[in-house]
């Protein structure tokens, strides 16, 4: 289902902006609060009367896996869509983000029927029963970055569960998410348990945070929003809430780095570059050993700059635009500040050809950045790493941990024993070794500190943000 507004009234409109051109792709009516009450009371009828949550956990699987099958069907529509809304390159959309989601959907209902409960431990007299159970109408809020990837990451588990789930996508980017609820009742999925709602988070998305009916809201985007939905959560029914937020994620590179040769340089560009910079685990602070820094910022810069930007509909295209002006003039602005406080910023510039509408930015690399600067210290959301130096474990411990995100890091070396000190020093909820990775679906996905709080995503843990736990007491005679 998709609720639908009075299209006369143009503040009630999204216009879908292509970043690449500046051009408008669409305009959609955004949800109000009144009619995020409708749906959450939709949302109700079809939770109470079972239409879906009476469903054995096989049966609801069996529509999961075909909604995944249809979404494969329609692979290069979903594709097109996340370039065109978000700017991002046609390629990482092909190759990353359509699969991540397809899987993700599929991997969900194949555990629909595997996630168990508990027996207590107790003497002949009694019998203790814990089963997980529904919330019942749960909420998503989603960004911008990763429209249809991290839908599927909510729709997966919340569904297969058994919950009924209201789904904001970002104001940006809705197309993608709109397309997959219409593949969804084409699977079977039942009126109600399904409901996107194309909006804007300070009415629509506020309206779901605060929402007395709304047993569980799982939200990803920036830590000020999720600061925001928390306070609304606890001001009105303390609904369940999970966050996962920002990130300022450091690549640390130990002395036997170089080692890795080309390798090293190949997956440092992806962290810090993949998907223009706007990812929550970008590596966008590089940590390197005082030996090596020469060595890694001649070849990292050198890479950067051939990196191809242009048009996100082009198959060779690395570098597409960011998601606004509004965001690329806030990257600039971080830069130019740093550099007018003495630091060196490393880039090859745009080059000619680009539309001249597009919110496009240079891959850059900052050396020497002034403690306290703000493209050391905040999330800046576009093609930007800092470079830092150390002398020793402890300092580079110390200095990744300098931040109060704690979402993602990486390192590189060849010892055993100090990727192990390392990784446990690190505070953060996912720490790759000699590889930028966030895991697979099997593996939880959850920040520490200021990017994270209330729970995880994938993996069988994820279910516990759409579900509760409930003991049931036996006397036995």
């Known amino acids: 289902m998709t609720v639908t507004t009075d299209t006369h009234r143009d503040d009630r409109l999204l216009r879908v902006v292509n970043p690449a051109t500046g051009e408008t792709l669409d305009t959609l ?5 009144d009619e995020v009450d409708t749906a959450v009371a939709q949302a109700h009828r079809a939770f109470d009367s079972g239409v879906w949550a009476g469903r054995s956990p096989r049966e609801r699987a069996a529509v999961l896996l075909g909604l995944a099958e249809l979404m494969e069907r329609d692979a290069g529509i979903l594709a097109r869509l996340d370039c065109e809304d978000a700017g991002k390159p046609i390629t990482e959309c092909r190759t990353g983000d359509v699969p991540g989601a397809i899987e993700s959907i599929r991997w969900f209902a194949e555990a629909a029927d595997k996630v168990y409960g508990r027996i207590a431990p107790t003497g002949h007299e009694h019998l203790g029963l814990m089963s997980r159970e529904p919330v019942g109408v749960a909420a998503a809020i989603l960004p911008w970055n990763y429209p249809l990837a991290m839908a599927a990451w909510k729709i997966g588990p919340a569904l297969a569960a058994g919950n009924s789930l209201l789904l904001k996508p970002a104001e940006a980017t809705p197309r993608s998410v709109l397309h997959v609820s219409r593949l969804a009742t084409e699977a079977g999925l039942p009126d109600g348990a399904l409901t996107v709602l194309p909006g804007y988070g300070r009415e629509a998305g506020r309206a779901l945070a605060r929402h007395p009916a709304i047993g569980a809201l799982s939200f990803t985007g920036s830590t000020a929003t999720g600061r925001r939905i928390l306070a609304d959560a606890a001001e009105t029914n303390f609904k369940r809430v999970s966050l996962e937020m920002g990130g300022k994620s450091p690549q640390v590179l130990m002395p036997d780095a170089l080692d890795f040769g080309a390798e090293l340089i190949d997956d440092m560009i992806g962290a810090a570059f993949l998907t223009t910079g706007q990812n929550c685990t970008a590596g966008s602070r590089i940590l390197v050993h005082e030996d090596i820094a ?28 960011l998601i606004s002006t509004a965001a690329r003039d806030r990257v600039a602005r971080a830069v130019d500040e740093t550099v007018a406080a003495g ?23 900052v050396v020497g950045a002034p403690d306290g600067s703000r493209v050391l210290t905040e999330e800046l959301f576009g093609p930007v790493v800092t470079v830092q130096t150390f002398t020793s474990e402890r300092e580079a411990i110390r200095t990744a941990n300098a931040t109060p995100y704690g979402l993602a890091a990486s390192l590189w070396t060849h010892d055993l024993d100090t990727a192990l000190r390392l990784a446990r020093g690190i505070q953060a909820g996912v720490v790759s070794v000699n590889a930028y990775s966030e895991g697979e679906i099997t593996a939880p996905f959850g920040g520490w500190k200021q990017s994270g709080f209330g729970g995880a995503e994938r993996s069988t843990d994820a279910f516990a943000q759409w579900t509760r736990e409930k003991t049931v007491w036996i006397r036995t005679r």
Do not use: C, M, N, S
């Not at 060595?295 to 635009?321: C, H, S, W």
């Not at 597009?358 to 690399?365: L, Q, R």
């Open 294 to 321: 020469a060595q890694v910022v001649a070849r990292f810069t050198a890479a950067a700059g051939a990196l191809v930007i242009g048009d996100p509909a082009k198959p060779e295209t690395r570098i597409g635009p």
């Open 29 to 33: 009516p955004a949800a109000t609060a």
């Open 343 to 365: 630091a060196v910023a490393h880039t090859a510039g745009l080059p000619a050809g680009l539309h001249p509408h597009g919110a496009y930015y240079p891959p850059t690399v």
